[in-house]
Antibody, heavy 116, light 112 residues
Framework: EVQLLESGGGLVQTGGSLRLSCTAS????????MSWVRQAPGKGLDWVSV?????????YYADSVKGRFIISRDNSKNTLYLQMNSLRDEDTAIYYC????????WGQGTTVIVSS | DVVMTQSPLSLPVTLGQPASISCRSS???????????LHWFQQRPGQSPRRLIY???NRDSGVPDRFSGSGSGTDFTLKISRMEAEDVGVYYC?????????FGQGTKVEIK
């Protein structure tokens, strides 16, 4: 069974940093691109970033996080990461990782709260 | 960025009756590879989203056949042939042709 398990969320001060992780199982992780999507409280889905199966280009970011967030992966550990820097209040959300750039499987999400 | 516009945003449906959600994109979703990357997602209350339909009309594994997708270019539709209680939730379309990926606003489907 394909599973994605996010971790690393929490409460962080405005301007702070946080690194999210997503551990994959049940499929060959290195064969698929991976994505991050977020959902602010009571709001809709907001695409964040995608990374290729190798970890190199292509990778893309939403304009709202470009220059602040860095997506990466370690195929030896079947793990996807999202390094979030210069966090803003509006980054408060549930962060989901999802398999492929077409989001065919989602994790349960990890909650990030940014507050001054 | 490609703007995805769903309608209606709220949809009360009687159990056993059909439901239909429209999704329109500001640009054609026909890719240079000949595929149209328009997907539909369901988010039940308190749950993570899950993909229901990929590339306009293909049901994901385990999705009941009462769900169907259609459309082309910039105009797409998700249909539920007979509403069941477990179908309550928010439905999103998403385009996977252009960068960045973009979602519709979501349509909240509830029991009438």
């Amino acid at each position: 069974e394909v599973q994605l398990l996010e971790s690393g969320g929490g409460l962080v001060q405005t301007g702070g940093s946080l690194r999210l992780s997503c551990t994959a199982s049940g499929f060959t992780f290195s064969n698929f691109g991976m994505s991050w999507v977020r959902q602010a409280p009571g709001k809709g889905l907001d695409w964040v970033s995608v990374i290729s199966k190798s970890g190199g280009f292509p990778y893309y970011y939403a304009d709202s996080v470009k220059g602040r967030f860095i997506i990466s992966r370690d195929n030896s550990k079947n793990t996807l990461y999202l390094q979030m820097n210069s966090l803003r209040d509006e980054d408060t959300a549930i962060y989901y990782c999802a398999k492929s750039s077409h989001l065919d499987v989602w994790g349960q999400g990890t909650t990030v709260i940014v507050s001054s | 960025d490609v703007v995805m516009t769903q309608s209606p945003l709220s949809l009360p449906v009687t159990l056993g009756q059909p439901a239909s959600i429209s999704c329109r994109s500001s640009e054609s979703l026909l890719s240079s590879d000949g595929n149209t990357y328009l997907h539909w997602f369901q988010q039940r209350p308190g749950q993570s989203p899950r993909r229901l339909i990929y590339r306009v009309s293909n049901r994901d594994s385990g999705v009941p056949d009462r769900f169907s997708g259609s459309g082309s270019g910039t105009d797409f539709t998700l249909k539920i042939s007979r509403m069941e209680a477990e179908d309550v939730g928010v439905y999103y379309c998403m385009q996977g042709t252009h960068w960045p990926r973009t979602f519709g606003q979501g349509t909240k489907v509830e029991i009438k």
